[in-house]
């Protein structure tokens, strides 16, 4: 094509400055395509971008009739590259506003609608990743509504049960990514990706998504929906069913998408905001959460996704802050017990049951129906194969274990969390240099992630290295920039086994402090104990763990750690009574 190399032009002599674009956002919207492949057209197909030689003006912009020129001169073959056989090329999209009318640029990358009829289906394609859907809309405010509809897209992708499809807890790492198609495929290790926006005016939201072959960087598919904000489920429904298609062909185990009940758009609103502070993972993320999805179900008293929402943050509150066992749990089952009264077929609530269950009631057999229930309704539910992997090696199953967490591995191969569980299931089959291993290789990852350094201090601790189990377990409290109660038990227990039982005794004088004000598991406190072996005072706090239904006893059976009380009758006992197999 000719003109200047991209990377070579200077600044021309302004036209009017109606038809300037002052980013790649703008050049994006006026092309009709996504910022990654305007940026490529202007590397690769010189695409007249300008980029302006002083620091205090924006640092590239184009003009629409420059554009325009380029488009018209260089279509044919844009489009024979591209497999859409005709890109839309529609001027601009208006929505009415209350007051005024409002011009709305929309982008994604659109293509002819149906140029796949006739074609065959992708069959070679097994995985997918949807990446965050970008939020148009110029308001950082809206981001939960882009995030919540790419969450709800990966979910419904994953229902449909015709191949594997990444949790959004990995495809989240890539937003606002400048990272190539292949190269973040190679990453997730997929065949396929999904990328696309989200604009809203209003009580309208227009989404547009695109199929991308990974391995040949080549669009395939794309379409745009555009509806009201209450049907926003049925267009969720259409656009997982829709790439579906494109990849298998006529789905023989899926019917197709049936209309959803129409939504309140405050309530959903509302339940998106609750989800987005959720995932901060911080204590302060999960109270807002909270709100939200009070303020969402006073909006819509049926609501029953916000009632699993309420379900999972209660159910996860004991584990991200102070809070005392009996304060969450009979909140998060009244919760889950209320969304599934609503809508049984919610994989989420099935999940936060599953967690009472495990973690409150001891119900082992009852956690693991919940497991599956929430596996069948969701094969790729990341979060639940990663849950259920725990719960099996609580119980010994640890083959049954490493086969889950493998799976959860496969659909969220970039969160650290699941990684590094490879790792404690390992210690729990007594399998400590293999545990090792496995978080060292996490460490290595993120040398800034404190869970790799306590599990192997408790490795250490296993195979008579105290001195390196105590030096561990001292790196992990640094690098989380915290003392949480289950870091600092764990050193005073490395502690006392290496014979330094004055610390251990400052660490326990700081808990028994802390008890006073909040809550401190008494699990804790029986880990001192049992480092400096006085067994029966270990065993009066386990018994007072028992009455406060502590998380932690989830693990008895299966820490090495309680070892040395195992042939004490009323450690037996104890353990009979949580329910675990002896």
């Not at 609103?269 to 939200?292: I, N, Q, V």
């Not at 970039?414 to 290789?441: H, M, P, W």
């Not at 992630?449 to 001195?467: A, D, H, R, S, T």
Request: aromatic share 10%; with cysteine.
């Amino acid at each position: 094509m000719p003109g200047p190399g991209p990377h070579n032009r200077e600044e021309p002599s302004e036209p009017h400055v109606s038809d300037r674009l002052d980013s790649w956002k703008e050049i994006a919207a006026y092309l009709k395509r996504d910022e990654r492949t305007v940026r490529r057209w202007e590397e690769r197909e010189g695409l007249p971008v300008h980029r302006h030689q002083h620091k205090s003006r924006a640092a590239i912009f184009a003009y629409k009739s420059e554009l325009g020129a380029w488009w018209d001169n260089g279509r044919k073959r844009l489009e024979g590259q591209e497999p859409a056989a005709a890109a839309r090329r529609r001027a601009w999209f208006l929505w009415p506003a209350a007051a005024t009318a409002t011009i709305l640029v929309f982008v994604g990358g659109m293509y002819a609608r149906n140029w796949l009829r006739g074609r065959s289906a992708l069959a070679h394609v097994e995985s997918i990743a949807v990446l965050p859907l970008a939020n148009l809309s110029q308001d950082a405010a809206q981001d939960y509504l882009a995030d919540g509809l790419t969450e709800d897209l990966t979910t419904d992708l994953g229902k449909l049960s015709v191949f594997r499809v990444i949790s959004r807890t990995s495809t989240i790492q890539y937003k606002g990514t400048k990272k190539s198609i292949p190269e973040i495929a190679r990453e997730l290790h997929v065949d396929a990706v999904v990328e696309g926006a989200v604009l809203r005016s209003g009580d309208k939201v227009r989404i547009t998504a695109q199929l991308i072959d990974a391995a040949a960087d080549r669009h395939v598919w794309a379409e745009t929906y555009d509806r009201d904000l209450r049907d926003v489920l049925a267009l969720q429904a259409d656009v997982a069913h829709a790439i579906a298609v494109q990849i298998r062909g006529k789905l023989s185990s899926s019917p197709p998408p049936h209309g959803a009940s129409p939504l309140n758009p405050e309530a959903y609103e509302l339940y998106l905001k609750g989800r987005y502070s959720r995932d901060e993972g911080t204590e302060d993320g999960l109270k807002l959460a909270f709100e939200y999805f009070r303020q969402a179900l006073e909006r819509d008293s049926q609501y029953a996704p916000a009632y699993a929402g309420l379900a999972d943050s209660y159910a996860h509150l004991p584990f991200y802050s102070e809070t005392r066992p009996e304060e969450a749990f009979p909140k998060a089952k009244a919760a889950a017990t209320k969304a599934l009264q609503l809508d049984q077929t919610l994989a989420e609530a099935h999940a936060s049951m599953a967690y009472v269950k495990t973690y409150y009631d001891w119900d082992w057999a009852g956690a693991e129906a919940e497991f599956k229930r929430g596996l069948e309704l969701n094969p790729n539910y990341a979060d639940v194969h990663h849950s259920y992997s725990r719960f099996l090696a609580s119980l010994g199953r640890v083959a049954e274990a490493r086969a889950e967490l493998k799976r959860a591995q496969e659909l969220d191969p970039l969160s650290l969390l699941v990684q590094v569980n490879a790792g404690v299931i390992s210690y729990f089959g007594r399998e400590y240099d293999q545990a090792i291993q496995e978080l060292q290789k996490i460490k290595e990852v993120n040398p800034k992630f404190p869970v790799p350094y306590w599990g192997i201090g408790l490795c250490y601790e296993q195979k008579g290295m105290y001195q390196e189990a105590v030096d561990q377990l001292q790196k992990g409290i640094a690098v989380s920039e915290g003392r949480g109660a289950n870091s600092i038990a764990s050193l005073a227990h490395a502690y006392g086994l290496a014979g330094q039982h004055g610390e251990a005794q400052k660490i326990l004088a700081e808990l028994e402090k802390r008890s006073k004000k909040t809550y401190v598991s008494s699990y804790q406190i029986a880990l001192v104990y049992l480092g400096q072996r006085q067994n029966d005072k270990a065993m009066e706090q386990l018994e007072n763990a028992y009455q406060e239904h502590s998380t932690l006893l989830t693990y008895l059976k299966m820490d090495p750690r309680f070892d040395p009380l195992r042939s004490d009758p009323r450690f037996q006992d104890l353990v009979h009574r949580i329910g675990l197999p002896q």
